[in-house]
T-cell receptor, first 109, second 112 residues
Framework: RKEVEQDPGPFNVPEGATVAFNCTYSNSASQSFFWYRQDCRKEPKLLMSVYSSGNEDGRFTAQLNRASQYISLLIRDSKLSDSATYLC??????????FGAGTTVTVRA | DTGVSQDPRHKITKRGQNVTFRCDPI?????LYWYRQTLGQGPEFLTY????????KSRLLSDRFSAERPKGSFSTLEIQRTEQGDSAMYLCASGEGTMGYTFGSGTRLTVV
């Protein structure tokens, strides 16, 4: 079983829509959680950390459910520029990140 | 320059040749990571340095792969006797503490 599993999508949504997706992680000892964004043929970039109480960053909301071992990302009022692959990332110890394969989101005009 | 720099951006090599990539991390970061990414997959951990010490190597890192970080600054990743299966994007990242890390633009390796 992979350490981090994501629905690969793609999620095709119109501009202005809300899109949400999850990932699950296998190791209950995981300590830190992140969402990274990756554009085609570019490097991953940190989108946001995910905290136990849930957190927002503008149009992006992240939630963590430790009991069920899943993490979610919700994007409100989608923009064309939100089209990307979103990588779910888990940190078991303080130095090694484990990545999911990514969820592709395409926002259409 | 405040980001992570990788060189070269692209490398095409013939099977059996040796290649070396360089990574310059963010100067105040003492942790440096190498990851490999193939199409449709997330980055996979290869190895990690704390200053000049290489603290962990993935089982993905066969004996054809070697990484160094002399003096705890830049790092090099060498692949000897390249194989077609080595074709991938090689990503370097640096970081501090338990926060998310900053990636370089990567070196895209194509073995022909």
């Amino acid at each position: 079983r992979k350490e981090v599993e994501q629905d690969p999508g793609p999620f095709n949504v119109p501009e202005g829509a809300t899109v949400a997706f999850n990932c699950t992680y296998s190791n209950s000892a995981s300590q830190s959680f992140f969402w990274y964004r990756q554009d085609c043929r570019k490097e991953p970039k940190l989108l946001m950390s995910v905290y136990s109480s849930g957190n927002e960053d503008g149009r992006f909301t992240a939630q963590l459910n430790r009991a069920s071992q899943y993490i979610s990302l919700l994007i409100r009022d989608s923009k064309l520029s939100d089209s990307a692959t979103y990588l779910c990332v888990v940190n078991k110890r303080d130095y090694k990140l484990s990545f999911g394969a990514g969820t592709t989101v395409t926002v259409r005009a | 320059d405040t980001g992570v720099s990788q060189d070269p951006r692209h490398k095409i090599t013939k099977r059996g040749q040796n290649v070396t990539f360089r990574c310059d991390p963010i100067s105040e970061h003492n942790r440096l990571y190498w990851y490999r990414q193939t199409l449709g997959q997330g980055p996979e951990f290869l190895t990690y340095f704390q200053n000049e010490a290489q603290l962990e190597k993935s089982r993905l890192l066969s004996d054809r792969f070697s990484a160094e970080r002399p003096k705890g600054s830049f790092s090099t990743l060498e692949i000897q006797r390249t194989e077609q299966g080595d074709s991938a994007m090689y990503l370097c990242a640096s970081g501090e503490g338990t926060m998310g890390y900053t990636f370089g633009s990567g070196t895209r390796l194509t073995v022909v």
